[in-house]
């Protein structure tokens, strides 16, 4: 069966402008989660959504936001890009079972995101 | 706040050797999950241990959660250079925090 589809895979921006990620979870995944990775501060969490709510936040700015649709399709969105917003973005797809209770976590390819 | 320490974080041993990770965790939770992540790659997922006392094994590697302790550990029999990489133990305690990493630890196997 497919995995988790994230697009773009790599992507450039200039300081201040904004980009949104996409994420394709694994059929009948309803739970979606993004994470931040960089050397320095490693995998980080950002926020997880669950039939199009957000159900947790990590400690990230406002800059950071996301939603998911109907099709459990989620997006990540970063405003006004800061330099060290440069990072790998990953998202998890789980298949949620009830209560946040879910049997692992499968992740995409990432998207690799260099603010210049 | 949950932390999650692994340790070493580095680590480069001999082909044929056999060693072990260390996973200790702050707060009470019985689901952590291994993760191996090449270069420039992903996370693979390795484990997915979800009670005290759970032991899973795949090929040379074989991965223990003892939760009153708060200690997984991932052990390597008999390593070979494939299995070069870095690995990563994350816990969810069930809260608002998601997953909750350790920082990885870089194992090099040379031949």
């Known amino acids: 069966k497919a995995g988790v589809t994230q697009t773009p895979r790599y992507l450039i921006k200039t300081r201040g402008q904004q980009v949104t990620l996409s994420c394709s979870p694994i059929?009948?995944?309803?739970?979606v989660s993004w994470y931040q990775q960089t050397p320095g501060q490693g995998l980080q969490f950002l926020f997880e959504y669950f039939s199009e709510t957000q159900r947790n936040k990590g400690n990230f700015p406002g800059r950071f936001s996301g939603r998911q649709f109907s099709n459990s399709r989620s997006e990540m969105n970063v405003s006004t890009l800061e330099l060290g917003d440069s990072a790998l973005y990953l998202c998890a797809s789980s298949l949620d079972l009830s209560m946040g209770l879910n049997y692992g976590y499968t992740f995409g390819s990432g998207t690799r995101l260099t603010v210049v | 706040e949950l932390k999650v320490e692994q340790n070493p974080l580095f680590l480069s041993m001999q082909e044929g050797k056999n060693y072990t990770i260390y996973c200790n965790y702050s707060?009470?939770?019985?689901?952590l999950y291994w993760y191996r992540q090449d270069p420039g790659k992903s996370l693979e997922s390795l484990f997915v241990l979800l009670s005290n006392g759970a032991v899973k094994q795949e090929g040379r590697l074989m991965a223990s959660l003892d939760t009153k302790a708060r200690l997984s550990t991932l052990h390597i029999t008999a390593a070979v250079h494939d299995l070069s990489a870095t690995y990563f133990c994350?816990?969810?305690?069930?809260?608002?925090?998601?997953?909750?990493f350790g920082k990885g630890t870089h194992l090099i196997i040379q031949p």
């Open positions: 994350a816990v969810d305690a069930g809260g608002a925090d998601g997953l909750t």
């Open positions: 707060t009470t939770s019985d689901r």
């Open positions: 059929s009948g995944h309803r739970s």
